[in-house]
């Protein structure tokens, strides 16, 4: 059975950095990608990779400062999360799908259809 587990997260001081990694099981996907949600807020895509390519996306707020990156002999995704501040915090969520764009991965919720658990990123000031 599909499946995506995530590690990673916690508690962290404004500028600080957290790595986030997410093993995929069962299939290899097109595309991996990063969504946030917090309290209140819809959940958004903070970056997506075209896993046959590595073709990346990022969202305007974390340009600069986030990386995704692929194993593929893992099959297994991470998010590297540098000068967080507290407009960070949020639940950070891994999705897999298979629709992409030009070779590239698309942005939506709708587009992704499996779903890690959720790991928490709390970022102080």
């Known amino acids: 059975q599909a499946q995506l587990v995530e590690s990673g997260g916690g508690s962290v001081q404004a500028g600080g950095s957290l790595r986030l990694s997410c093993a995929a099981y069962?299939?290899?996907?097109?595309?991996m990608a990063w969504f946030r949600q917090a309290p209140g807020k819809e959940r958004e895509a903070v970056a997506t990779i075209y896993t046959g390519r590595g073709t990346t996306y990022y969202a305007d707020s974390v340009k600069g400062r986030f990386t995704i990156s692929q194993d593929n002999a893992k099959n297994t995704v991470t998010l590297q999360m540098n000068s967080l501040n507290p407009e960070d915090t949020a639940m950070y969520y891994c999705a897999a799908g298979w629709l992409s764009e030009g070779g590239r991965c698309l942005a939506s919720r709708s587009d992704y259809t499996l779903w890690g658990q959720g790991t928490q990123v709390t970022v102080s000031s």
């Open positions: 069962g299939y290899t996907y097109r595309c």
